[in-house]
């Protein structure tokens, strides 16, 4: 039996205690509890054997960093992953207290437990056991972890910007992906980028009576609708001019691959999302429209009286929350500012609209022909007894721009959660075996870059 298996109640136990920090980055009232979560990762790695470890202030919340240098001539891998978690609510909705790990069956539910401080812990752990059994790694190892993901990552941004030498590697590891399937090994060469905004449109000084001044008066929410509806159609193209100009489709072996995948869409439509059936631009492929297609969402609309009962109010103020995902080769700031143009021509008369970006991060898309992944695929190939299926993910995690940007390193996405581990939302879970076996895929594909 190896170190791996006979030490899992250990790792259970301390993946346990990790998820019990409730270290909501969202929210400042948990600055004491984002700490706690970093000097825990700190501690960790300290008795995994790294050197070196410390805790980077700066402005926003503390990165930690840690490594092993020890294998002069063989390649260097930057780890990351983030301790800071999104907020829990709905409460009503989780079956046991999102801050008091549960077990039930071969599942452990908490926030955070797959997004991602399972797998920050897991990466740990593969370390460590290399450590405890043979008192060295088979390459050079470095730790780069953050608390800010949930927020934008603009600490860890600015830190890599800055190219410290002690950030120098061959390629980075990012355990925050999803395997496609149970059983199926998966290395996620795609993301999409974000941009995330807030609209704000105000008409009259303030709220009126819609007796006296309907039909004369400007309305904020009226107008918020209009311009919503004028940057995307009912089928889900979007309408802002220039918007899909630099969008690179995937190539004719990734549809086919994609193609192949096992897939049952009624399965994903009604049981995984709930919903009653699909949207998106007609023509195109799922997973094109998931993986490589941009996309504007609305995720909330505030104004107006929402109470019990009725007022009779036309708002003086509304407010639009609105985020765009990009592709490769979309930029951030370009697509920000066609999105500022669209919303100023669609503005109705009587009111000023205002677009405010509150956090950003450019997409990414990684050529998997390079040995850093081939070797991660045989790892998991190894661990999981199947082949490695490479797909892209829709979501998005800005540290890989930033990472290909300012390091000039391509990022590994070896992740092993599974699609209906309900990220952000109540029942956050991670399958046990996949956490099991992700610290053994990590170690062996340390071994695999070492020989």
């Given at each position: 039996?190896?170190?791996?298996?006979?030490?899992?109640?250990?790792?259970?136990?301390?993946?346990?205690?990790?998820?019990?920090?409730?270290?909501?980055?969202?929210?400042?009232?948990?600055?004491?509890?984002?700490?706690?979560?970093?000097?825990?990762?700190?501690?960790?790695?300290?008795?995994?054997?790294?050197?070196?470890?410390?805790?980077?202030?700066?402005?926003?919340?503390?990165?930690?960093?840690?490594?092993?240098?020890?294998?002069?001539?063989?390649?260097?891998?930057?780890?990351?992953?983030?301790?800071?978690?999104?907020?829990?609510?709905?409460?009503?909705?989780?079956?046991?207290?999102?801050?008091?790990?549960?077990?039930?069956?071969?599942?452990?539910?908490?926030?955070?437990?797959?997004?991602?401080?399972?797998?920050?812990?897991?990466?740990?752990?593969?370390?460590?056991?290399?450590?405890?059994?043979?008192?060295?790694?088979?390459?050079?190892?470095?730790?780069?972890?953050?608390?800010?993901?949930?927020?934008?990552?603009?600490?860890?941004?600015?830190?890599?910007?800055?190219?410290?030498?002690?950030?120098?590697?061959?390629?980075?590891?990012?355990?925050?992906?999803?395997?496609?399937?149970?059983?199926?090994?998966?290395?996620?060469?795609?993301?999409?980028?974000?941009?995330?905004?807030?609209?704000?449109?105000?008409?009259?000084?303030?709220?009126?009576?819609?007796?006296?001044?309907?039909?004369?008066?400007?309305?904020?929410?009226?107008?918020?609708?209009?311009?919503?509806?004028?940057?995307?159609?009912?089928?889900?193209?979007?309408?802002?001019?220039?918007?899909?100009?630099?969008?690179?489709?995937?190539s004719v072996k990734e549809r086919e691959a994609w193609a192949?995948?096992?897939?049952?869409?009624?399965?994903?439509?009604?049981?995984?999302?709930?919903?009653?059936?699909?949207?998106?631009?007609?023509?195109?492929?799922?997973?094109?429209?998931?993986?490589?297609?941009?996309?504007?969402?609305?995720?909330?609309?505030?104004?107006?009286?929402?109470?019990?009962?009725?007022?009779?109010?036309?708002?003086?103020?509304?407010?639009?929350?609105?985020?765009?995902?990009?592709?490769?080769?979309?930029?951030?700031?370009?697509?920000?500012?066609?999105?500022?143009?669209?919303?100023?021509?669609?503005?109705?008369?009587?009111?000023?609209?205002?677009?405010?970006?509150?956090?950003?991060?450019?997409?990414?898309?990684?050529?998997?022909?390079?040995?850093?992944?081939?070797?991660?695929?045989?790892?998991?190939?190894?661990?999981?007894?199947?082949?490695?299926?490479?797909?892209?993910?829709?979501?998005?995690?800005?540290?890989?721009?930033?990472?290909?940007?300012?390091?000039?390193?391509?990022?590994?996405?070896?992740?092993?959660?599974?699609?209906?581990?309900?990220?952000?939302?109540?029942?956050?879970?991670?399958?046990?075996?996949?956490?099991?076996?992700?610290?053994?895929?990590?170690?062996?594909?340390?071994?695999?870059?070492?020989?």
């Open positions: 039996m190896s170190y791996y298996q006979q030490h899992q109640a250990e790792f259970l136990e301390g993946l346990k205690t990790f998820l019990r920090i409730p270290s909501i980055s969202t929210l400042s009232e948990h600055k004491p509890d984002i700490r706690r979560a970093a000097e825990f990762a700190r501690n960790e790695l300290q008795s995994a054997g790294m050197t070196n470890v410390e805790l980077i202030e700066g402005k926003g919340n503390p990165l930690v960093y840690a490594e092993w240098l020890g294998a002069p001539g063989k390649p260097t891998i930057l780890f990351y992953g983030h301790y800071d978690v999104q907020p829990p609510d709905p409460l009503d909705e989780w079956k046991s207290p999102p801050f008091e790990p549960e077990v039930r069956g071969d599942n452990i539910y908490a926030r955070g437990a797959v997004d991602d401080k399972g797998q920050v812990y897991l990466q740990i752990k593969a370390v460590e056991g290399l450590m405890k059994t043979t008192g060295k790694l088979p390459v050079n190892v470095k730790f780069l972890l953050e608390g800010e993901e949930e927020t934008g990552g603009e600490h860890i941004e600015a830190y890599v910007r800055s190219k410290p030498p002690r950030l120098q590697a061959d390629a980075a590891v990012v355990c925050d992906t999803e395997m496609f399937a149970p059983e199926m090994p998966t290395i996620c060469v795609g993301l999409r980028g974000m941009v995330y905004y807030e609209l704000f449109v105000e008409g009259a000084s303030h709220d009126l009576h819609s007796g006296v001044y309907g039909g004369a008066a400007p309305n904020p929410i009226q107008a918020i609708a209009e311009i919503l509806c004028a940057l995307k159609d009912r089928e889900g193209h979007i309408l802002i001019p220039g918007f899909y100009d630099r969008v690179i489709p995937p192949s995948l096992p897939f049952d869409e009624k399965e994903y439509t009604e049981k995984e999302m709930g919903a009653r059936e699909l949207v998106g631009e007609p023509g195109v492929p799922l997973f094109e429209r998931v993986w490589a297609r941009p996309t504007l969402e609305v995720h909330g609309i505030r104004g107006g009286f929402t109470g019990e009962g009725a007022k009779t109010v036309i708002p003086a103020r509304a407010t639009a929350k609105i985020s765009t995902r990009l592709v490769a080769d979309q930029r951030p700031d370009e697509a920000a500012d066609q999105l500022r143009a669209a919303v100023k021509a669609a503005c109705p008369k009587g009111v000023i609209a205002e677009v405010k970006v509150l956090h950003s991060g450019a997409p990414s898309l990684t050529n998997p022909d390079n040995p850093f992944i081939h070797a991660a695929a045989a790892a998991m190939k190894e661990v999981f007894g199947r082949d490695t299926v490479y797909i892209r993910s829709g979501g998005s995690i800005p540290i890989v721009g930033v990472f290909d940007r300012y390091l000039g390193i391509p990022s590994v996405m070896m992740g092993f959660g599974l699609p209906d581990d309900n990220l952000h939302a109540p029942n956050e879970k991670f399958h046990l075996p996949n956490f099991y076996r992700g610290i053994e895929a990590v170690a062996r594909y340390l071994e695999i870059l070492g020989e």
